[in-house]
């Protein structure tokens, strides 16, 4: 007994879509704001450490050091 799955119609793959889009267009807001507040704790710290050019990876190092990072 072959049981195979129908292909699905064009509105279902479109109703799919438009979850996936609607969920990535979340995601990437969420993100932009995530490292625009980074990029301000790098201003931050650098201004506290008196070290200028801080960038977000110089910041994780020094998060990674101190053990801070789960």
Known sequence: M??????????????????????HD?????????DERITA???EYGDCTRRWGYAPHHLRRAVEARGLLA
Do not use: N, V
């Not at 195979?4 to 969920?23: G, H, K, S, V, W």
């Not at 979340?26 to 995530?34: E, F």
């Open 2 to 23: 072959d049981i195979t799955t129908p292909p699905r119609l064009e509105r279902d793959i479109l109703q799919d879509a438009a979850a996936a889009i609607a969920e």
């Open 26 to 34: 979340r995601l990437h807001s969420a993100t932009r704001a995530l």
């Open 41 to 43: 704790l790098c201003r």
